[in-house]
């Protein structure tokens, strides 16, 4: 058995854009709800949700069949997580809220294998099929994605120096915390957040760097692929579930005929 190619990767190196999806819910079952829609990829969330290694393995098994890639938001930059979690086989780790180009290089270490890095050697994970991926450590840090999180302004202005490290396939750009860091918490989409952030993706891109980002306007995550990002989410299923049933209840409130007084 061989390491299989990573499309996601594949796909940023080719210059494709790929539409990807949240997954909050901790749930295997509902992560294969998800993953039957098939989005280019999925961000298994570790960092704000109840879910732990476990609940992960459970989502990753269930997306496994389907064609979208599995990355993990790994809760922190922490070499023995991520070590965790890459025994469990995801495709990509996204690592929150680097800071600096060190804190990129050393996210970047945790998920190689000496001499290039810090990762511990697992003899049979689910990330080496057990052991039967032959080509597994030849193989493994090409074929895994490392996507790095800009989240404050400090961070923005070191966009460049971040994105420049070696092994960065990627640099995310998380608006809500960006948005917080400019004293507009809760504002995510503002034009004035994006006025911060649209000149240090330009720099990136220019880099040759693609760049990423989540967000909750489906017509918004459109434009921003159409003007040179290459990987972006556009919804969560927590979002979704909250306004499918609210409107659901609402739709049945309205209907409903009222008593007559």
């Not at 460049?160 to 640099?171: A, F, H, L, Q, S």
């Not at 921003?224 to 556009?234: E, K, M, P």
């Amino acid at each position: 058995m061989k390491m299989k190619t990573n499309r996601f990767l594949a796909g940023l190196k080719a210059g494709e854009k790929q539409v990807g999806f949240w997954v909050s819910l901790a749930s295997p079952y509902s992560a294969e709800v998800v993953a039957a829609a098939e989005f280019d990829w999925l961000v298994v969330d570790l960092e704000h949700t109840p879910g732990d290694m476990q609940t992960v393995l459970g989502q990753l098994q269930a997306i496994a069949p389907y064609h979208s890639t599995a990355i993990v938001r790994t809760p922190v930059n922490d070499p023995v997580i991520v070590k965790r979690l890459l025994d469990l086989g995801p495709e990509g780790i996204l690592f929150p809220m680097i800071q600096n180009a060190d804190e990129a290089r050393a996210a970047i270490a945790a998920t190689r294998y000496p001499p290039h890095g810090i990762r511990g050697v697992a003899g049979a994970a689910r990330g080496n099929r057990f052991g039967r991926v032959k080509d597994y450590y030849e193989q493994v840090e090409s074929q895994t994605c490392v996507l790095i999180q800009i989240e404050t302004c400090a961070a923005l202005d070191q966009a460049e120096e971040i994105g420049g490290v070696e092994g960065v396939d990627g640099v995310f750009f998380g608006p809500a915390d960006i948005s917080a860091d400019m004293g507009m918490i809760g504002q995510p989409l503002h034009p004035d957040v994006w006025a911060r952030i649209m000149p240090a993706a330009r720099k990136l891109m220019d880099m040759g760097v693609p760049v990423g980002t989540l967000v909750t306007d489906p017509a918004m995550a459109a434009d921003l692929l159409n003007d040179g990002f290459s990987f972006v989410a556009c919804g969560t299923d927590v979002g979704l579930l909250a306004k499918a049933t609210d409107s659901l209840l609402a739709q049945m409130r309205q209907s409903i005929d009222k008593e007559k007084t």
